[in-house]
């Protein structure tokens, strides 16, 4: 009679926005237990929730980065960036269950919320059938944003948009004008073309830049201040609500 | 020579969605430290925000108990609802303002985040001007949602409506039909009228009923599939994100 493979467990843990103290307890509890713990990063960069995590993390864990192989700007000519994406996240599931197989627990690091605007859907759409998994949802950025500002984000029957700085401008434009608040998150790069589409959509007075929310090096200032060859990817513009008590 | 006053801060203090270890780190640090504690509740209800930290109180800290004298339904014939209200706002904010006085921090617990659709605004906007003030962000109950469903939220390109079920029917299903992906939040009583909106906007079948997230009697059902008498106020509906992989 063979004994049965006890297999570890998959955890997608949010590590909050930015500050180490934001983030919940279990996922401060299943990283301490965890043998393993995986994270993504862009090719030469650190990952920004393994270093939100680091002062938790012990020598003795095992760490998996795993790091993409392009960005879309980068791909070289003639490749799919779909194909090579896919295949690295097929790569990444198998190094993950690789670990999860031996029996042991890995936690994937995910800055935010895993399920918002993140890549662990990619590993737990792979892993999830086979392996027991378990989504520690985390504080937003987005929340992180409006801590800061000291404004309420939405209230009563307020409609919250969020989007995409990577929306094309006449889209961005468009959902502006019909969100009473709206969060704008990737914007990086994408600055002068969401301040053009925020501008045009009549908001411009309302919108807050908010960078590095909660982190060492935050910034808050009206849009209509930012220079735009300053605005990291991890950055978001806030439009709080319309109907929120100001004082 | 006059001593000056130093007086105590107010803290918001997001205890999150339901599961008390789904605090943050930091949250429970303040409400540990915090030697006076507030919260809302409806006339006869105990307090959601309460009970969630209730194991963490101790019998020395003072609880500042704000209850609703009033709710939209339950209004005496003659009475003005948003005066009712903003009479029991600034008594609220006496309240704690005298503890804050007294040289002691309170903390204001609040359900999820302290922004994102909740009371403590009205607290924020009348006591910030005159102490300090300090928002900690919290877990939303949205992302509780999506985690028990397993399911990405948002992803890419895709924009994200937060509606909540208070709208008239026909700006609810107007939003739906414009959305990648959507959250019906304070659903409750609601909730016919929610679903007929879903059903009128197509997406009956890519839409989630989900009550007390990652509480004790959490249920998770398709949307056509709830009785509609058996609906609380704290349960949502969840329609995820349409380009995420699926397994």
Redesign the interface.
């Known amino acids: 009679m063979m004994a049965a493979v006890v297999t570890g467990r998959c955890f997608g843990v ?1 590590v ?2 930015g ?8 996922a ?2 299943i990283l301490r237990t965890s043998p393993a713990v995986a994270y993504f990063s862009a090719t030469g960069r650190s990952s920004n929730a393994r270093q939100i995590v680091s002062e938790f993390l012990t020598p003795d864990q095992e760490e998996l980065h795993l790091v993409y192989p392009v960005t879309t700007e980068g791909l070289p000519m003639g490749q799919d960036y779909e194909a090579v994406m896919a295949k690295f996240y097929d790569a990444s599931a198998d190094r993950v269950a690789g670990v999860l197989s031996r029996g042991q627990d890995v936690a994937v690091l995910c800055e935010g ?6 890549s662990f ?2 590993l ?2 792979r892993l ?2 086979r392996f027991p ?1 378990e ?6 950025s987005i ?2 944003g ?3 500002l ?15 700085g ?2 094309n401008p006449a889209d961005l434009e468009a ?1 502006l004008v ?1 969100s009473d608040a709206a969060v704008i998150m990737k914007v990086g790069r994408n600055l002068e073309k969401v301040r053009q589409a925020v501008t045009r959509a009549g908001l411009l007075n309302r919108a807050w830049y908010v960078e590095r929310a ?1 982190m060492a090096g935050e910034r808050v200032m009206r849009l209509d201040q930012v220079d735009p060859a300053s605005s990291p990817y991890f950055s978001m513009v806030v439009i709080p609500s319309r109907l ?4």
Chains 1, 2 share one sequence.
């Not at 929120?244 to 004082?247: G, K, L, Q, S, V």
């Open positions: 949010g909050g926005p500050d180490p103290e934001l983030m919940t307890v279990k401060l509890r919320d895993p399920l918002f605007h993140g859907m990619y737990h759409n999830s059938d998994t989504v520690v949802p985390g504080v937003p929340l992180a409006s801590a800061v000291g404004t309420p984000l939405v209230c009563l029957d307020e409609v919250l948009s969020v989007l995409s990577t929306l959902r019909e909660t929120a008590p100001t004082r």
